[in-house]
Structure formats: structure tokens, C-alpha cells
């Protein structure tokens, strides 16, 4: 683990794992293959990371270093204005053909949820136990409780909201939905321009 000084590997291409918690490289479409080395971030120790570090500073991890960003139900637990910082550092340790794959909650999904009673019904079953609307809302009840404050969930998006902030990080290309069956947002963004069939080439290869 490391908080300064890395380098990244010289010869695989690498994706950035953030926010990675428990969840390995081998659970993860696209990259479960031996194509891609994995570094590991995230703010908890405890999750064992190459390097240890927050959303808004990426700070140890070089410019330009990465081929990829994987970024799983991180985006929600930053505040609104701090949404562009974490997509500029996406966007500053990408190389220029790097490209993000990011998930975070539906909040239209949700909300229809909670319009119908059903803020503290699960809605699905993690590997930590059931999630109800309430948790999609505002953060992991049992983290919260364990002390891990870091999981409160700040902020929230629809599709176009997400696909918005995107547009203003300077990511020219996207490729995502919103999933209401599973109350999230998929999308991936790239770095620089392509041809539209090219990019939902690529994207098929890392959305579940």
C-alpha cells in the first residue's frame, strides 16, 4: 500500500480500481482477464489497496498512467460540488485512449420505489445483507453504524444528470442506461472521440 510514489506497471495495460473494497479484479467483466493489471484504491485500509487515497485527490497517482477507470457505487458519496473534481482526476490519470466504467444508483428508480412504501423493503440482496430504498438514499445503514462515515451518500443521478457531468469533465463519448430492474446507472466515457459502434463495441465488454 501506498500513499506516494507509485508507479504504475510498465507493460500490461492497467486499470484503476476505485473505491475497490472487497471486490477483486476477477469479479469484474471486462477485466477479469489477464489483459489488464489491476490497482487497487480506496480510503479504507482495511481494503487492502495498492494505493490509499480519497475520490477528490488522486494526487498518487500519475498523470496519464492508466488505460482505465473502473468506479463501482463511489460517485454518490461525494458531495455536488465535488462531482467535476473526481471526474477531472478520472480524466487527468487516464492516457488519452483511456476510458471510464462507472455505476452508481438510479435515483429515478428509487424514488418510484420510495413513492410506493417501499423506503425500508429490501430491493436486493448484496453479499453484506439486503438493501432498502433508505440505503440507496443515503448510505450503507450498517457501515454507517460501524463508523465508517465515509459511506453516507452525498449526492445523487438520474442518466442525463450523470451523463451531464460527464459532457462537463470533457469526456466527448458515452455509452450507458439507467437499469431500473436493479435501481443503477451504467455508463462508460472515453477520453477521446470515436466512432459510435466502436465505442459500444467496447462497452459491451465491461457492462454486466
Not at 48 to 65: E, K, N, Q, R
Amino acid at each position: 500500500m501506498s500513499e506516494g510514489g507509485w508507479q504504475p506497471p510498465a507493460d500490461d495495460k492497467s486499470f484503476l480500481h476505485v473505491g475497490c473494497g472487497p471486490i477483486q479484479q476477477w469479479q469484474l467483466k471486462g477485466f477479469d482477464s489477464t489483459d489488464w493489471s489491476e490497482i487497487r484504491f480506496d480510503i479504507d485500509p482495511g481494503a487492502c489497496p495498492d494505493i490509499l487515497g480519497t475520490l477528490t485527490d488522486m494526487s498518487a497517482v500519475p498523470s496519464a498512467s492508466v488505460d482505465a477507470v473502473y468506479s463501482a457505487h463511489n460517485l454518490e458519496h461525494v458531495y455536488p460540488h465535488e462531482v467535476p473534481v473526481v471526474l477531472a482526476e478520472f480524466h487527468r490519470v487516464l492516457k488519452d485512449d483511456g476510458f471510464v466504467v462507472l455505476t452508481c444508483p438510479d435515483l429515478v428508480s428509487v424514488a418510484a420505489a420510495v413513492a410506493q412504501g417501499r423506503l425500508l423493503e429490501p430491493l436486493y440482496e448484496v453479499a453484506s445483507g439486503p438493501i432498502a430504498a433508505i440505503d440507496i438514499l443515503y448510505g450503507h445503514r450498517d457501515s454507517l453504524a460501524s463508523g465508517k462515515v465515509y459511506m453516507a451518500h452525498r449526492t445523487g443521478f438520474t442518466y442525463a444528470t450523470l451523463r451531464d457531468a460527464f459532457v462537463g469533465a470533457k469526456f466527448p463519448l458515452h455509452v450507458g442506461a439507467a437499469r431500473p430492474e436493479i435501481f443503477d446507472l451504467w455508463i462508460v466515457a472515453f477520453k477521446t472521440g470515436k466512432a459510435l459502434p466502436e465505442a459500444e463495441r467496447i462497452a459491451r465488454q465491461y457492462l454486466p
